[in-house]
T-cell receptor
Framework: EDQVTQSPEALRLQEGESSSLNCSYTVSGLRGLFWYRQDPGKGPEFLFTLYSAGEEKEKERLKATLTKKESFLHITAPKPEDSATYLCAVKTGANNLFFGTGTRLTVIP | NAGVTQTPKFQVLKTGQSMTLQCAQDMNHEYMSWYRQDPGMGLRLIHYSVGAGITDQGEVPNGYNVSRSTTEDFPLRLLSAAPSQTSVYFC?????????????FGPGTRLTVL
């Protein structure tokens, strides 16, 4: 059965304290791994797509990496405005996206 | 560009009532989908469409109906609301159902079924 697990469930960081969020997956035939950011009361906002092991993408303080079993979202020197829930999703065959339950990140000034 | 719009933002129904959640996009995207989001669970796909006139079931389709008569609109119908359908519903669209799967999400509809 396809499965996506995100850890930790919640993470509190001091401003400037770098860390990583994990997304591990068990799927048959990965066709892409996606990271989204979701602010309270809003829809998810697309961040990155990764397609193959070894691939990396960067955007401001965020960097996403992919291995054959997991993906990491590295946050460098986070700011309070980075506080949000970060969602990971994987695409398998057909048109299905499977989402993890997310990591709720809080950055304290 | 308004992107993906959803109406209403909030809705309260009684068990057994029916209603339609509206979704529209102005980006000329072929692919549109409906998700529900529940506490402690990831977003789950209800139904999706790869183009006008073409729809298919996702992971949790029971109790929901969709149709796609135009590229822009993809309404979700609740046939006979149940408390288990209390959730936040998101509509999303993507320019390609095959690759480059960047999905644009609407702001959501928060539905409560009493």
């Amino acid at each position: 059965e396809d499965q996506v697990t995100q850890s930790p469930e919640a993470l509190r960081l001091q401003e400037g304290e770098s860390s990583s969020l994990n997304c591990s997956y068990t799927v048959s035939g990965l066709r892409g791994l996606f990271w989204y950011r979701q602010d309270p009361g809003k829809g998810p906002e697309f961040l990155f797509t990764l397609y193959s092991a070894g691939e990396e993408k960067e955007k401001e303080r965020l960097k996403a990496t992919l291995t054959k079993k997991e993906s990491f979202l590295h946050i460098t020197a986070p700011k309070p405005e980075d506080s949000a829930t970060y969602l990971c999703a994987v695409k398998t065959g057909a048109n299905n996206l499977f989402f993890g339950t997310g990591t709720r990140l809080t950055v304290i000034p | 560009n308004a992107g993906v719009t959803q109406t209403p933002k909030f809705q309260v129904l009684k068990t057994g009532q029916s209603m339609t959640l509206q979704c529209a996009q102005d980006m000329n995207h072929e692919y549109m989908s409906w998700y529900r989001q529940d506490p402690g669970m990831g977003l789950r796909l209800i139904h999706y469409s790869v183009g006008a006139g073409i729809t298919d079931q996702g992971e949790v389709p029971n109790g929901y109906n969709v149709s796609r008569s135009t590229t822009e609109d993809f309404p979700l119908r609740l046939l006979s609301a149940a408390p288990s359908q209390t959730s936040v519903y998101f509509c999303a669209s993507s320019y390609s159902p095959r690759g480059g799967y960047e999905q644009f999400f609407g702001p959501g509809t928060r539905l409560t079924v009493l």
